[in-house]
Structure formats: structure tokens, C-alpha cells
């Protein structure tokens, strides 16, 4: 299953998650919606690409140390593979391959995927007025430019806080005085994006795997954000890479399925050949086999206390209001014309009414595009 996910998920973290809730929940039935919630808002607390370790949870779950194992490589392997062949022809020839309309075609396909899972998470987390409240709040500042780890955190305290105001009335001051000096703390650590532009560092496959090893360590948000690490590290720090070739490795990152950070791969290849290449994916992939196993385990316990069990509601719903926001933004760039809405509404019904496989469709969409290409 995630090696096919792999090889046909497009348009970023929130596409692939609900690619993920497709055939996880309502095709194998493998988690119910609540767990399948459970895992995402955990997923969200910890740095790291969230598709990926979206797909190395569901692992855990279904076949514990080795699910683990297998879900997490089959679901980068596609990325990495097609990522590499694109670093190859763009070292021997200086370009990458013109995908533009096999995406006409796949694009409008992932709103009408990104729409099913809205829904459908939707009506899970949609208890009483207060959380869907919360989720529009969300949303309305997500549009207006909030930071979305801000806006997860800051969810999760203010939904604990208000769920819980009754025990938090009641144990005192002697309670507030300990989360205000930092009980409930949280961080996000962001290193070496403020480096200033020197001379060129000497080229090392070691510095190279360390780089990617912090990026993978510390990175939260969006592919944005991965763009401001690579661009920190690799054209200013060390200056191995130009503004171009930074701009041509996020390219071939976009226009493969799977995750964006098998953007690594493309940088791995171009600075160090197949041994950069392997480096630099195992460095950037590698915290989130780490993390997810040392965090899958805990989820059970923090459903059992109603402090952090309320924690992670708020955080689920701040999830779903952001990828809610997501279709949206998305949705400006996919649906062009009066075609490209016509393959969106059809795609949303043959999801939700025909429950066709999203992978299929993506396919499909694929074809399309290039049939468009080839009649006009």
C-alpha cells in the first residue's frame, strides 16, 4: 500500500495524509477515525516531514517494529528513486524533465482527495460547538497568515484549558504556579538559518549527512520551510549549492510524488554523486524513524489522561482546520479553468459516492493532462 502512495501521492503533506486516511480507514479499516486522528495530531507535535511520519505510525500500529520499518522506506523509496534518475539527467544535461501537464491533469484530482478527507475527519472531530469553533478560528488566522506550529500549539492549550477549567479551578494556585514556570514548556529549535554568506567550505559526504541529519532533527512546518533550511545551509553556510541549482532541486521535488524531502536526494547526487545521494536521504529521513518510535508508544497513555487527552483534541482539530486551509490555497492554483473544475467535481464524486481507490484517480488525472496536451 505505501509503496503505491508513494509512487502516486502529489501536492504535499496534506494530500498524502489523506491519500493515507483513504485506504487506512475507509478501504482497510485498519484504524478507526479517532485513532487515525490520534496518530496525525501526534505526528504534529514532533519535527519532521508529517507524510512520512504519518505512514511510519500506521506502520507501528498494524505490524509493530517492522511495519514501522517497511512503511516508512516504501513510502520515500518511489520519491527517491524518481528523484535520483532527475539529479542524473541534470547533471548530464543541465534540466529536468517537463511535467507541467501530466500535474494539470493530477491536480485537480488532489483537491477533490483533500475534500473527501476534510469531510470525512470532519465529522469525527465535530463534537459539541466549542471545537468547531476553535477549528474556524484556526482556520480564519491560518488564512491570514499565522504560523501553523503557533496555531497547533496554541489549539491544544487553549482547548486543555478550557476542557479542563473545572480541575484547574480546583487544584489552585499551587497548579498555575507550575505550568506557568514551565510545565506544559514547548520549543521548536531552528539552527543555522541565520548563518551569513562566506567563502565556499570544502565538500565532505560527512558535513553533508550531518547537515541533512539536523535538518530532518529540526524541521517543522511547511516545504516552505525546508526551502529556508537548504537555502541557509547549502547556498549561505557552506555555499555548495546556487541560488539555480537550490531552485532546481525544490523543482524536481515538487514534480515527483511523495515527499518533498526527497528533495536531499537531488542535492545528495548533484554535490556527491550515489554516495551523496544515499547520505543524504538516510540523513534527512532518519529522525523521523526515531522520533515516531519513541513517540508512537505514549499516544495510548496520553488518551488516558483527560489533561492531554484534550491536548491532542485541540491539536487534531487545528490539523484539520490547516488542511482544510491548504485545499483552499491549493485550489487557486489547480482549478484554471472551466476543466480543471470539471475533473476536481468529478474526482470528489467518485470518491465519496464510488468510493474509487485515490491512487486510480491520480493516474487517471495524469492521463488527462496528457491527453489535454496532446489534442490541443
Keep these: 500500500m505505501f509503496l503505491r502512495l508513494g509512487a502516486t501521492s502529489f501536492g504535499g503533506p496534506a494530500v498524502y495524509i489523506a491519500m493515507m486516511r483513504d485506504e487506512a480507514v475507509t478501504r482497510r479499516r ?16 514532533i519535527p519532521g516531514p508529517n507524510a512520512t511520519e504519518m505512514a511510519i505510525h ?26 535520483l534518475v532527475f539529479a ?13 501537464w501530466v500535474l494539470y491533469g493530477i491536480k485537480p484530482i488532489v483537491i477533490g482527495v483533500l475534500i473527501q478527507a476534510v469531510l470525512g475527519l470532519g465529522r469525527s472531530t465535530s463534537r459539541g460547538l466549542l471545537l468547531p469553533s476553535l477549528g474556524v478560528a484556526v482556520l480564519a488566522l491560518y488564512l491570514a497568515g499565522s504560523n501553523e506550529i503557533v496555531l497547533l500549539l496554541g489549539s491544544g492549550v487553549v482547548f486543555m484549558l478550557v476542557a479542563n477549567f473545572r480541575r484547574l479551578r480546583a487544584a489552585g494556585a499551587g497548579f498555575l504556579a507550575a505550568v506557568s514556570t514551565g510545565h506544559m514548556g514547548w520549543g521548536v529549535a531552528i539552527l543555522g538559518t541565520g548563518a551569513a554568506a562566506g567563502a565556499a567550505a570544502p565538500f565532505s559526504l560527512a558535513q553533508l549527512f550531518l547537515t541533512f541529519l539536523k535538518i530532518g532533527a ?6 516552505y520551510v525546508l526551502v529556508t533550511f537548504l537555502r ?6 557552506l555555499g555548495w549549492l546556487t541560488e539555480q541549482q537550490l531552485l532546481d532541486a525544490v523543482a524536481a521535488g515538487q514534480v515527483t510524488p511523495g515527499p518533498l524531502l526527497s528533495t536531499a536526494t537531488f542535492i545528495g547526487y548533484v554535490l556527491g554523486s550515489w554516495q551523496g545521494a544515499l547520505l543524504a536521504t538516510v540523513a534527512v529521513f ?21 489533561w492531554t ?40 464524486v467518485l470518491l465519496i459516492r464510488f468510493r474509487v481507490n485515490s491512487s486510480v484517480l491520480v493516474l487517471l488525472g495524469a492521463l488527462t493532462g496528457v491527453a489535454v496536451k496532446a489534442l490541443g
Design 232 to 237: 541557509a545551509d547549502f547556498v549561505h553556510r
Design 286 to 306: 532518519l529522525p523521523s524513524f526515531v522520533l515516531v518510535a519513541l513517540s508512537g508508544p505514549l499516544i495510548p497513555r496520553v488518551r488516558r489522561s483527560p
Design 218 to 223: 529540526v524541521l517543522f512546518g511547511s516545504g
Design 88 to 100: 542524473w539527467t541534470y547533471v548530464r544535461y543541465g534540466s529536468t524533465p517537463e511535467l507541467s
Design 309 to 348: 487527552a484534550s491536548l491532542l483534541d485541540g491539536v487534531n482539530m487545528a490539523a484539520l482546520a490547516l488542511m482544510a486551509g491548504v485545499t483552499w490555497q491549493l485550489s487557486r492554483d489547480a482549478l484554471v479553468d472551466s476543466f480543471s473544475v470539471g475533473i476536481a467535481l468529478v474526482g470528489v
Design 30 to 45: 485498519w484504524l478507526d477515525q479517532n485513532e487515525f486522528l490520534d496518530l496525525l495530531g501526534a505526528t504534529n507535535l
Design 58 to 83: 500506521i506502520g507501528r500500529s498494524r505490524a509493530g517494529w517492522p511495519g514501522l520499518v517497511l512503511a516508512g522506506i516504501c513510502f520515500t523509496a518511489p520519491a527517491t528513486a524518481i528523484t
